[in-house]
């Protein structure tokens, strides 16, 4: 982690801001005010991060393409000769060759040339089936190719939509932070404000979450191992099972694998999941909701609605980046080899999981 003790104004600056809530500062600007300008410049920061990624992927994905257009290249070029080949193969079947070679074995004289004409005709006729598959081979990796050359393309293609729907966000934002900041009373030390939070931010905060997330993806791969070994964790109906933790469960599970969650605890309530706790000068919210995933594998997935850091809730961007950095999830199948999740729901305290048989 890059310095980590670095910015101490800027952590005094949102204790006091967090704390003296119904105090006015800045001139004119209220602590709502202020509150809103620092939520969208971390949001500006954090979306300008995206059309970073968005850029560096794009930047890949054009070099993989241009990879995948010479490969298909060379494999038109030798799918001709093969075609060749192979048509050759298959004329000689046609006008007969083939048969003609079979009754110069069965004409044989002696038995010794007998066997000596059939060690050749199976020569011949596995070199044929040999040049056949080969081309066989050489057309499904040329449509392999050439397809994977397609979805390159159509990915290309959405990025570029996006990322000009990042832009568009970012100079929106950017001009309506602008207009707060000349509107404050004190542009000077507004601006000073939200340079100090980006800074805490990109060199202390987004490390401190990643840190959150990453000791959760780690405990989430031993969560199946935790719920065979609870009495009463998995039950059977027929053909239906289930699987039902409560939140104090899975809390007390999460601390017995990272001391990190002494100060940070789960909650399940209707159709919502609940994750908050603090450290520290970091305060740290996540909330939401798993859904039954079947690709690339049968799984419960646990996607992000809302992030919040030190009371700045941080843009769409940032929770779909955590989303695929790290796997917050788990497997039903590795409690029950045997089975697959069909539903997950939430009610209070309670998160239950569905399995059916799978074969």
């Not at 908050?276 to 909330?287: F, K, N, T, V, Y």
């Amino acid at each position: 982690m890059k310095h980590r003790y670095g910015i101490p104004a800027f952590i005094v600056c949102i204790i006091l801001f967090i704390q003296l809530p119904s105090t006015y500062a800045y001139g004119e600007s209220s602590p709502q005010d202020t509150h809103e300008l620092l939520q969208k410049s971390l949001s500006i920061v954090e979306i300008d991060h995206e059309i970073e990624r968005i850029g560096e992927r794009q930047k890949q994905l054009d070099e993989q393409r241009q990879a995948l257009s010479l490969q298909l290249q060379e494999q038109e070029e030798q799918i001709h000769i093969q075609q060749d080949r192979a048509g050759a193969v298959v004329r000689s079947y046609y006008t007969g060759e083939r048969d003609s070679l079979l009754m110069t074995v069965l004409g044989a004289r002696s038995f010794k040339d007998l066997f000596i004409l059939f060690d050749y005709y199976q020569i011949i006729m596995g070199r044929d089936q040999a040049v056949l598959d080969k081309y066989q081979d050489r057309y499904r990796s040329l449509q392999q190719t050439s397809s994977q050359i397609s979805q390159t393309r159509a990915e290309l293609s959405e990025l570029k939509i996006n990322l000009q729907h990042q832009r568009e966000r970012v100079l929106a934002l950017q001009k309506e932070v602008d207009g707060k900041v000349a509107a404050s009373g004190d542009a000077a030390v507004m601006q000073k404000l939200m340079d100090e939070l980006t800074s805490y931010w990109e060199n202390i905060g987004i490390y401190e979450v990643k840190h959150y997330f990453k000791a959760l993806a780690a405990a989430m791969q031993n969560l199946p191992q935790f719920i065979q070994e609870q009495n009463g964790g998995i039950s059977t109906t027929g053909k239906t099972y289930t699987i039902r933790i409560e939140q104090d469960e899975l809390n007390t599970f999460l601390r017995s694998q990272n001391p990190i969650f002494e100060d940070f605890a789960f909650e399940f309530e209707k159709d919502r999941i609940t994750a908050s706790g603090q450290r520290d000068q970091l305060q740290l919210s996540i909330e939401g909701h798993y859904t039954v995933e079947n690709e690339p594998q049968n799984s419960i997935r646990f996607h992000v609605d809302k992030l919040v850091f030190n009371q700045l809730e941080l843009p769409d961007t940032t929770r779909r980046m955590l989303e695929r950095e790290f796997d917050l999830g788990f497997y039903p199948q590795k409690i029950l080899s045997f089975v697959k999740a069909t539903e997950v729901s939430t009610s209070e305290g309670i998160l239950e999981v569905k399995l059916a048989i799978s074969f």
